[in-house]
């Protein structure tokens, strides 16, 4: 897939990013120029940039047709993904910006093709020091419930030696303000960081098998000597209190016999 970037360099830029689909764009709004009609003096950009953009400037460094472009097929702000840059060019304009060049680069780029895929994610981060650890627990598994991706705690200190807790909450970009809600509602924290970030995702698929202590759920990813296969943990938990025996032996029993049953299934599989 190819990526088209475009940045302009402006004075006193309000700079806004976007994306969308394979595009990613940037666009800077100057903040010093009135405009002259034939009629009057007015303040720019004119009634038409300033509804679409809802920019607070006086100066424009886009159109009513750009600007409707911008508001029609972006949806989000996003970063540039990783890619490996083909082509680059530059041009310049006409005006003269103080303190800046006016110029515009296009940047035209191709996802590197692997083994796996990137995905966009949102990461939400708050540092808290006021929630016991049974409650930090518990807002957590209410993050995961509402639709994270991810969710966990990480120890710090925090302001004057105090011991706190790093929350970080993976979630899908649509979700971000909803989950950023949750997370102050269920922690009462005064503040949530949050940036935009791509994330490699490995090829992986869930399969179930059937092994002497029952039938498992396996994630089985890779293929051949890379073959890995994990028993779902719930699972593993479930077998070692019916049958008594230990957390280790049976995590350990399932995933060799699932790894069997898995490579079984490949072998036999048509090339």
Do not use: C
Request: charged fraction near 25%; aromatic fraction near 2%; avoid cysteine.
């Amino acid at each position: 897939m190819s990526v088209v970037k475009a940045n302009t360099a402006v004075s006193k830029p309000g700079t806004v990013r976007s994306r969308t689909g394979g595009t990613s764009s940037t666009r800077s709004i100057d903040t010093s120029e009135r405009s002259r009609s034939s009629r009057a003096t007015t303040s720019a950009p004119g009634p038409t940039v300033r509804k679409r953009t809802s920019a607070d400037a006086e100066g424009e460094m886009t159109t009513p047709t750009g600007a409707a472009l911008l508001r029609a097929f972006v949806s989000r702000y996003a970063p540039m993904p990783p890619g490996r840059t083909v082509a680059e060019g530059w041009g310049a304009g006409t005006r003269d910006v103080p303190g800046v060049a006016n110029l515009l680069r296009l940047t035209l780029s191709e996802r590197e093709l692997g083994g796996g895929e990137l995905e966009e994610v949102a990461v939400l981060e708050s540092a808290i020091d006021h929630v016991t650890p049974e409650l930090l627990a518990a807002a957590l598994d209410i993050m995961l419930e509402e639709g994270a991706l991810d969710a966990w705690a990480s120890p710090i200190h925090m302001k004057k030696r105090r011991l706190g807790s790093e929350v970080t909450v993976l979630a899908r970009p649509r979700d971000a303000e909803r989950l950023t809600q949750v997370l102050v509602m269920q922690t009462g924290t005064l503040g949530v960081r949050r940036r935009l970030q791509w994330r490699y995702v490995a090829p992986r698929r869930s399969e179930t098998v059937t092994t002497s202590l029952g039938i498992v759920r396996v994630k089985v990813a890779g293929h051949g000597d890379a073959l890995r296969v994990r028993p779902e943990n719930d699972d593993v938990v479930a077998i070692a209190r019916s049958t008594g025996m230990p957390l280790e032996s049976v995590a350990r029993r399932l995933a060799q016999e699932a790894e069997a049953a898995i490579r079984t299934l490949e072998d036999g599989a048509p090339r």
